[in-house]
């Protein structure tokens, strides 16, 4: 009797500690659905606050076929003057030196057509007096790794270095391939970009092939950078696009691709920054290039200039440290960031250029023609000294296809992972 009785305690105990934890259990999970959705809610009204600070209101609005929407802004009403630097700012006048050349086209080297063009133009123009800027959506808030770091390129490990000729081998998240030249006082740089679409791996990788202009910055790299990349994370899709970048502190906490935080200063009506490019070059067909040109105005602004005659605008001064006097640094290539370069195997597939080595030349491997750096002489001219370097030779390579008689074409790429890039 005493045991039965002893027995039917335990098992009311063991129900009353079962009905305890069960209600523990939904107490739990109301409290992490309350708590979830009030994070859920906070989230939403910081991306509200994110796309209203972010899309200034539209004179008009382009729906583009490549699914971008290209809102008309007010010149004046432009995402650059947020930047507590430009408060005051008073849009520059292009400079005479950049209007003369309009007049002459940058012609290439090759037998490649410079007639490419942005997929939003043929739905539409920007009115006078606006500039046609690339639509932030919630979709691309979303794809960030955070509010705070969109349009921002991933933060390295180690990117503090004391001299601008060394970094990208400091970045370990980065495989470069690119043309160098070093100096003291190089005012401008340009040179005709061969366009592809190549293949991104991961979801977190992207590639470009483009221009960097840099000075040291105290301990902290500076730069200026334009060309084309393919970044489905920022933009959403494996489109090429044209695209631009600064930083003052080597990536940490300053700057941002394209016009998605204030800083770059817009004056041309006819590009969309961020915008697809094309058409595509493919091999055993006609190639395709695009003229990207970095120019440093009396007063230490730097302006950008697309297709040997569309200044699209420039990065003030007021944004800029040791790069408002003059960059000691440029670079012609192509850089793929991915968390799988330099690292464990796998490598990544990612591909750089056209995704074909840089020894494949014309009409395989991505190209640069009319390589060009400009001085105070205030004259163009193929540098003095130029060197190669590649970060993974066997994943991507560099290639200065030098001919007596001839200006120099720089040819780099590759496909990343492959029989010899693990």
């Known amino acids: 009797m005493k ?14 500690v079962l009905l305890f934890w069960v209600f523990f259990a939904l107490c739990t999970l109301l409290v992490l659905k309350v708590e979830a959705r009030a994070y859920s809610s906070s989230l939403e009204r910081e991306i509200e606050a994110k796309l209203k600070l972010s899309n200034k209101p539209a004179v008009k609005s382009i729906k583009s076929t490549d699914g971008d929407i290209i809102d008309c802004v007010d010149i ?34 090759t ?44 933060l390295e490990p180690n990117t503090t270095n004391t001299t601008t000729d060394d970094v990208a081998s400091s970045m370990i998240n980065r495989s470069d391939a690119h043309l160098a030249t070093i ?40 730069t200026i950078e334009a060309g084309w990349q393919v970044n489905p994370k920022l933009y959403g899709d494996d489109s090429t696009r044209l695209f631009i970048y600064w930083t003052k502190d080597s990536y940490k906490s300053t700057g941002c691709f394209d016009l998605t935080c204030p800083g770059f200063v817009q004056v041309s009506k006819e590009v969309a920054i961020g915008s697809h490019l094309g058409p595509y070059s493919h091999p055993f067909d006609q190639q395709y290039e695009i003229n990207i040109g970095l120019f440093q105005d009396d007063d230490g602004n730097w302006w950008l200039r697309v297709k040997g005659n569309h200044i699209v605008g420039y990065w003030p001064k007021e944004m800029l440290g040791n790069l408002g006097h003059s960059a000691t640094l440029v670079q012609w290539g192509g850089q793929v960031f991915s968390y799988k370069v330099k690292s464990t195997p796998p490598h990544t597939g990612t591909q750089m250029g056209s995704g074909e080595e840089a020894s494949g030349k014309f009409g395989f491997a991505c190209y640069m023609t009319d390589v060009r750096i400009k001085d105070y002489s205030k004259s163009l001219k193929y540098p003095a000294y130029v060197t190669t370097f590649a970060a993974e030779p066997y994943c991507y390579s560099a290639l200065n296809d030098v001919h007596y008689g001839q200006y120099p074409v720089f040819y780099f790429g590759g496909s990343g992972r492959n029989r010899y890039c693990k």
């Open 111 to 154: 037998n490649a057509s410079i007639e490419v063009y942005q997929t939003w133009k043929k739905s539409g123009s920007c009115p006078q007096g606006t500039v046609p800027i690339r639509r932030i959506k919630k979709e691309d808030l979303l794809r960030a790794i955070s509010l705070d770091r969109f349009g921002k390129k991933p």
């Open 3 to 16: 045991g039965s009785k002893y027995q039917g305690e335990m098992g009311k105990y063991k129900v009353s």
């Open 76 to 109: 004046y009403k432009q995402p650059a003057f947020d930047h507590p630097a430009l408060k005051n700012h008073t849009i520059r006048r292009i400079p005479s030196f950049l209007l003369e050349s309009q007049s002459s086209s940058i012609r290439s080297t």
């Open 183 to 222: 100096g003291e006082n190089f005012i401008g740089a340009t040179a005709n970009i061969n366009i592809w679409n190549p293949k991104v791996d991961r979801p977190e990788d992207f590639t470009t092939a483009q221009i960097w202009l840099k000075a040291a910055n105290r301990l902290e790299v500076e």
